[in-house]
């Protein structure tokens, strides 16, 4: 049952990942793709980039369309070093190089805004994964897949790099770029449920 006041919900990003796990549950959705450059926040720290960055994703939509928009924004961290989405193979090959037989760490920040009323609601989550000790041959392997396009540090765990994780400390929905539990009690400050 929705809220006297529902807006409909609009998942401000054009990842895959976040519209699957967004539509395991029966809580209707549109998608609209935000627009924001994100090179423009690389240079915060890491929480604080995600944070900002989800909020001016969901602004920039919140400006198009009528709706509670979600945006999320999600980074990997090792030590003090963000790394964002790999250029190209080389790049990947350099991330996970560096990621393997380590801990690091994965930021999302969620924003939920209200484009009716200005109501905002933000979180961060961060997840703990590590990886095991990775050899040359299964790194050039898994770079000739393409997996590592478009992903936060060159991985994707819910593809064919679950085989490098050797423990996830947090939400593992996180480091796919959506913490789903995290989300759900953000959502029941707007009246609403996952399912």
Do not use: W
Request: charged residues 15%; contains cysteine; glycine residues 8%.
């Amino acid at each position: 049952m929705m809220p006297d006041n529902y807006l409909p919900l609009i998942l401000a990003s054009a990842s895959p990942r976040r519209r699957e796990l967004l539509a395991r549950f029966p809580l209707p959705f549109t998608v609209v793709p935000s627009q924001v450059e994100e090179s423009f926040y690389s240079h915060l720290p890491p929480r604080e980039m995600v944070m900002q960055l989800s909020e001016a994703k969901a602004r920039e939509v919140a400006a198009r369309h009528q709706g509670l928009i979600l945006a999320a924004d999600t980074t990997v961290v090792l030590g003090n070093e963000v790394m964002d989405k790999p250029q190209n193979a080389s790049e990947a090959t350099v991330m996970l190089q560096r990621l393997s037989g380590k801990r690091h760490h994965v930021y999302t920040g969620i924003t939920l805004l209200a484009s009716n009323s200005g109501t905002l609601v933000q979180e961060v989550e961060v997840t703990a994964v590590e990886f095991r000790t990775l050899s040359p041959a299964e790194l050039q392997r898994y770079i000739a897949t393409g997996e590592y396009l478009d992903k936060a540090g060159g991985y994707a765990a819910q593809g064919q790099a679950a085989a490098f994780i050797v423990g996830v400390n947090g939400c593992y929905h996180n480091v796919i770029g959506l913490p789903l539990q995290r989300l759900g009690v953000m959502l029941q400050s707007f009246g609403l449920s996952l399912f």
